[in-house]
């Protein structure tokens, strides 16, 4: 059972940034996409950013040239850079990870963009 814990969440004002970091207990070398989704309140999640094996990133609409989605296989992490954060970004935010045959995720964090 793959664990991925996520860090780096908080509070920041808007136009602030923060980076978030999701490392995984074993190598995620085998899993063909990293991803980030955020959760609100009433509501399902929503894919914010996915990177491949290859590092191919996809960004949602509302993220795109904000945000920054990377990966490093060899430390087997996943971060996320999130730049010029808006009030409507505050949310959970959950790292995912998926392979053909399986799919984790983490236990979320939240960030929250308020003055």
């Known amino acids: 059972q793959v664990q991925l814990v996520e860090s780096g969440g908080g509070l920041v004002q808007p136009g602030g940034s923060l980076r978030l970091s999701c490392a995984a207990s074993e190598s995620i070398f085998r899993f063909n996409t990293m991803a980030w989704y955020r959760q609100t309140p009433g509501n399902g999640r929503d894919l914010v950013a996915s990177i491949s094996k290859d590092s191919r990133p996809n960004y949602a609409d509302s993220v795109k040239g904000r945000y920054t989605i990377s990966r490093d296989n060899a430390k087997n992490t996943v971060g996320l850079q999130m730049n010029s954060l808006e009030p409507e970004d505050t949310a959970v935010y959950y790292c995912?990870?998926?392979?053909?045959?399986?799919?984790?995720w983490g236990q979320g964090i939240q960030v929250t963009v308020s003055s």
């Open positions: 995912n990870a998926r392979s053909i045959w399986s799919v984790y």
